[in-house]
């Protein structure tokens, strides 16, 4: 489970921090072990990740996935990023996860979906 | 009796988990089970299994009397009278039964409720909501920096409001024994019940509820080496408490025009089929502790912890909650190690066959007191050897050496 590349991410996260002026900001909890995620975004023409940083607390599960994620999204279209699954965040973390560390794995990308989503209702409002 | 002898006793204990001996150090959340309780749940089902108090046939007399055998026992077991005892599900039932039973109906708004800050969610979360329906205020009393209960201001917190004390006699996060006895003779002096939740002590060492002098206790069979599904509920005066599970069973006339006449104590409190297997497992429990020796448990889990305490202080980066003197804790050490976060911890422990647990252990409140999110916790029991903590060092030692502490 502590794979070298989880301990790599989790020691050194990419893409920590804040964005400035994001257009989408989202914080999620795991309230089974306490995990949060905060990620912020800017958009390129509403449609297109430019820049993506996290911030959390938590265990190396869900830190090393989110600074994966943050790796994997950049430049990608939302319409893409909301169709990634459980097994493209299994795939990256490429170590297998018990039904309890799922929330853990799955934080980030629940954080970025959510974020989206919500984005996308406040932007079809105005 | 010998500790490999005990071991033997124990199936379970024979497994690996992740290619290595099973070390199970989750004793607090729920204990193994011998082969002696295991076998009397599969004999009485295999020979004597009926309905309770209902029929006249054999096999219900039969049932009948090995039930109410094992309420004798574990009557005895605690030095309680039979009629003084209530099977419920676990101790947090038994404690919803007094809140619901005895609380709502009597205690106003005005009066006082106290407990403290190292209670377990079971003995938080029922006056909270009594509180609520009854307007009544809730007071807790605070912890030393070591952890324990400071009594002083439990002393203050308490006057002649104060209805009803609910104290934990052992904290499952802290270990912290608690002087029960001394809280009883302040809950005495203000004409207040008083209520212990005997969750992590019945199961580690000898209980009398008439020199406790508390008026209810509560604990469960599963952390005691007995099966899950019973818990215990001392009423000291049964006749103060009304039943909080009314039905089949629990009346001696109904009628359609006027209130039920409720039946005598113990049976007005148990609604309903009870787990009948589970009672008698429980029965054979008793036996099996009583054959060990409460006191002689009580012993080899303090020689257990001094052990593990000297040995995890040494350990890099580690911090420990409670009480650092092993005669006033059970056998329960709550820690952290180099900020790392206690999911990580059980799961490296996990990879060596260790098994602790991480998280609030349901104690939200006392988590807020120490000032963290959670921990991890080891706790011991009968059959767990010094080796055992050797291995939970080594692991912890482990655990440093992946986070680079
Ligand atoms: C001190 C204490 N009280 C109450 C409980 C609740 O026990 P149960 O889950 O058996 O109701 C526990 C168990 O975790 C406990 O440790």
């Not at chain 1, 502590?2 to 989202?26: C, L, T, W």
């Not at chain 1, 996290?54 to 600074?67: E, L, N, P, V, Y």
Request: charged share 25%; hydrophobic share 35%; aromatic share 6%.
């Amino acid at each position: 489970m502590y794979a070298e590349n989880i301990m790599d991410h989790f020691n050194s996260p990419r893409n920590s921090g804040e964005v400035k002026d994001p257009d989408i900001k989202h914080k999620e909890f795991n309230p089974f072990c306490g995990d949060q995620i905060e990620l912020t975004v800017k958009l390129r023409n509403g449609k297109e990740i430019q820049e993506i940083k996290f911030q959390g607390k938590g265990c190396s599960i869900s830190q090393a996935s989110a600074s994966m994620l943050t790796e994997i999204v950049k430049n990608k279209n939302i319409e893409e990023v909301k169709k990634l699954t459980k097994e493209d965040i299994l795939d990256l973390l490429n170590i297998p996860i018990g039904p309890v560390r799922m929330k853990c794995a799955l934080l980030a990308l629940d954080t970025l979906q959510n974020g989206i989503k919500i984005y996308e209702q406040y932007t079809k409002k105005k | 009796m010998l500790i490999d002898e005990i071991r033997n006793d124990f199936p379970i204990l024979k497994r690996k988990v992740n290619g290595k001996p099973l070390v199970y150090l989750d004793n607090a959340a729920t204990s193994q089970k011998p082969k002696q309780v295991i076998d009397a749940i599969k004999n009485f089902y295999e020979t004597q299994n009926a309905n309770i108090h209902r029929g006249i046939h054999q096999l219900s007399e039969e049932s009948t009397e090995a039930f109410e055998r094992s309420r004798e026992k574990v009557a005895k077991f605690i030095s309680a009278k039979p009629e003084q005892i209530i099977f419920t599900k676990n101790t947090t039932e038994s404690i919803n039964t007094i809140a619901y039973g005895y609380g709502l109906k009597n205690i106003k708004k005005g009066d006082e409720i106290l407990t403290t800050v190292m209670e377990h969610h079971s003995n938080f979360l029922p006056w909270q909501l009594v509180k609520k329906h009854t307007g009544a205020t809730l007071k807790i009393a605070d912890i030393t920096d070591d952890g324990l209960l400071k009594m002083n201001h439990l002393e203050k917190l308490a006057t002649k409001k104060t209805k009803l004390v609910a104290v934990t006699q052992v904290s499952n996060v802290l270990g912290t024994i608690n002087p029960v006895k001394e809280i009883s003779e302040i809950a005495q002096k203000n004409n207040s019940l008083f209520l212990v939740d005997g969750a992590q002590a019945a199961p580690h060492m000898p209980v009398d509820v008439k020199k406790t002098g508390c008026d209810f206790y509560a604990f469960s069979s599963h952390k005691m080496l007995g099966p899950t599904g019973i818990g215990v509920l001392y009423i000291k005066d049964p006749d103060k408490v009304d039943p909080f599970l009314v039905g089949g069973g629990t009346i001696k006339e109904v009628y359609t025009d006027k209130e039920a006449v409720w039946h005598d104590s113990p049976w007005k409190f148990e609604g309903g089929t009870p787990d009948v297997s589970g009672v008698i497992g429980f029965g054979a429990t008793v036996d099996y502790l009583n054959k060990i020796g409460m006191e002689k448990i009580r012993k080899h889990e303090e020689e257990i912890t001094k052990y593990a305490l000297d040995k995890l202080l040494k350990i890099k980066n580690i911090t420990i909650y409670g009480p650092m003197d092993h005669r006033l804790r059970g056998a329960v050490i709550a820690f952290n190690i180099g900020g790392i976060h206690p999911h990580d911890v059980a799961a490296i422990l996990d990879s060596e066959g260790i098994a602790v647990r991480p998280g609030h252990a349901c104690c939200k409140p006392l988590m807020s007191r120490l000032d963290i999110l959670a921990m991890c916790r080891a706790s011991f029991y009968i059959y767990n050897t010094k080796n055992e903590a050797d291995v939970l060092v080594s692991g912890l030692e482990k655990v440093n050496k992946i986070f680079k502490r």
